[in-house]
């Protein structure tokens, strides 16, 4: 669907831990749905993993995917990527990364740079009186192909 998934995801021992400290249960449900994801070559959309749940002959409504990977997204099992096109959803990495995303074709690119530094968040936390506890960063643009073919579709 929207790209290959890093080889870098966390290990599954780690994200039930996680869980666990979150004070989380591992519901039949959370840990099907982290078995699709971690099986996955590609990142998932909500339809897509409750077809696959489906495919294992398991009874989940589709609303329990969705209300299963927004608890898993906030407390930071999983990732949600907002596409033109709807949310794909990845398991966290070890390394905290953030997402290029390509307008036209959806091609995600992950990049290590971490341009909300440790200073900025600080000092947004000091001006608001918010208590930050993390953030996202998804950056819209044209990939090379992308360009390439808007650059030749006008010549």
Same mark, same amino acid.
């Given at each position: 669907m929207a790209g290959g998934v890093e080889e870098n995801i966390m290990p599954e021992?780690?994200?039930?831990?996680?869980?666990?400290?979150?004070?989380?249960?591992?519901?039949?449900? @959370?840990?099907?749905?982290?078995?699709?994801?971690? /099986?996955?070559? $590609?990142? #998932?959309?909500?339809? %897509?993993?409750f077809r696959q749940l489906k495919e294992r002959n398991l009874s989940v409504s589709l609303d329990t995917v969705? @209300?299963?990977? @927004?608890?898993? $997204?906030?407390?930071?099992?999983?990732? /949600?990527? &907002?596409?033109?096109?709807?949310?794909v959803y990845e398991l966290v990495q070890e390394e905290h990364h953030h997402? #290029?995303?390509?307008?036209?074709? %959806?091609?995600?690119?992950?990049? &290590? &740079?971490?341009?909300a530094m440790q200073a900025y968040l600080k000092d947004a936390d000091d001006a608001t009186g918010f208590d930050i506890l993390g953030h996202n960063l998804e950056l819209y643009g044209r990939c090379d192909d992308c360009r390439n073919k808007k650059t030749n579709s006008h010549a």
């Open positions: 021992t780690k994200l039930l831990a996680h869980l666990k400290a979150k004070g989380y249960k591992l519901t039949q449900q @959370r840990q099907q749905i982290m078995d699709v994801l971690l /099986q996955g070559k $590609t990142r #998932l959309t909500a339809q %897509e993993i969705y @209300r299963n990977l @927004r608890l898993l $997204t906030a407390i930071g099992i999983v990732q /949600q990527i &907002s596409l033109q096109s709807g949310a997402h #290029l995303v390509c307008v036209d074709c %959806e091609k995600i690119v992950c990049i &290590s &740079s971490c341009p």
